[in-house]
């Protein structure tokens, strides 16, 4: 039983230490085997390796894909016009020599993006206070991103090389600090009143005039058509006096009698109207009191 038990302790010891010996790369990842925290080989291809059980070596692993490193302040820059602007951008980077890496950087691609972030940042700094806001905005905003990418692979390929490749630098974001932002808002918005107010103006003047010319229009279309009715009137009035004068000059006394209805038709338009004459004495019932005879000239 005892030599059975010390048989099983061996194999399990024996599986330990096998298993401390074997380390999968991934095909993402560098493996960095140290002996005695001193780097002795980088395996840059996936597969299973071999190592010597720790304490003797041990591995690391550092990501080979490509990084994207954000920035993560908002401090403000200044222009070359003094102005106080705020960048946002972005880095596209990977670690292309895993030793000097870990000897110039970290074993860690934290490391890595901390010290990138602060490189990037004095870069970007150093340019934005060449040139304007203007520039930035659309002109040079290409040109200060090459500058900054320059400046930075001068940096991580300097005296002791960080062994990364910064593949691309771009400003995703150029804005002012939000005092000055508030301000031209504040600006934009009166400018937009004044032109509002202005076009309101002009609108108002324009409907003024229109109004004015077409009440001009119907006044003078009202007074021709009041002018040619007038006439129309006259010339008829003058047609029906004819008319008359001619029927009334052949038989005075139909017209005395014709006279007489319309006096007649005046005078009791009315259901109500009185009036108090003497018929014996006035002349406008003359008709009625049936006097003279009317006869009529053929």
Do not use: C
């Not at 990501?63 to 490193?69: A, F, G, I, V």
């Not at 279309?221 to 008359?244: F, M, P």
């Amino acid at each position: 039983m005892n030599r059975l038990g010390f048989v099983i302790s061996s194999l399990l010891f024996l599986l330990a230490i096998a298993s401390s010996t074997l380390f999968v790369v991934d095909q993402r990842q560098f493996g960095v085997v140290f002996a005695l925290g001193q780097i002795k080989d980088v395996i840059t291809e996936p597969g299973l390796n071999f190592k010597l059980p720790p304490p003797f070596q041990n591995v690391s692993y550092i990501d080979k894909r490509l990084l994207t490193l954000d920035s993560s302040d908002n401090e403000p820059v200044l222009t070359a016009e003094k102005q106080r602007v705020v960048i946002d951008w972005y880095v596209r980077w990977r670690i292309s020599e895993p030793t000097e890496y870990i000897r110039n950087v970290g074993t860690s691609e934290a490391a890595g993006a901390s010290q990138l972030n602060r490189v990037v940042r004095n870069a970007f700094q150093e340019e934005v206070n060449k040139r304007t806001v203007k520039e930035l905005l659309s002109a040079k905003r290409e040109e200060v991103m090459n500058d900054v990418k320059k400046e930075v692979l001068s940096q991580v390929r300097g005296a002791k090389p960080w062994g990364v490749d910064v593949i691309d630098v771009r400003i995703t974001r150029v804005d002012y600090v939000d005092a000055i932002t508030e301000s031209v808002y504040r600006r934009m918005e009166a400018e937009r009143k004044r032109v509002a107010n202005e076009l309101r103006s002009t609108g108002f003047a324009e409907g003024e005039k229109i109004r004015a010319d077409a009440d001009r229009q119907r006044e003078i279309t009202v007074s021709n058509a009041y002018r040619d009715a007038q006439k129309i009137k006259g010339e008829g009035d003058a047609g029906a006096a004819h008319l008359y004068a001619e029927a009334f000059g052949r038989d005075p006394q139909f017209a005395q009698f014709y006279r007489s209805l319309d006096a007649y038709k005046a005078s009791f338009a009315s259901k109500s109207d009185v009036m108090v004459l003497d018929p014996s004495s006035s002349d406008f019932f003359k008709s009625m009191r049936g006097g003279a005879p009317v006869s009529s000239k053929k």
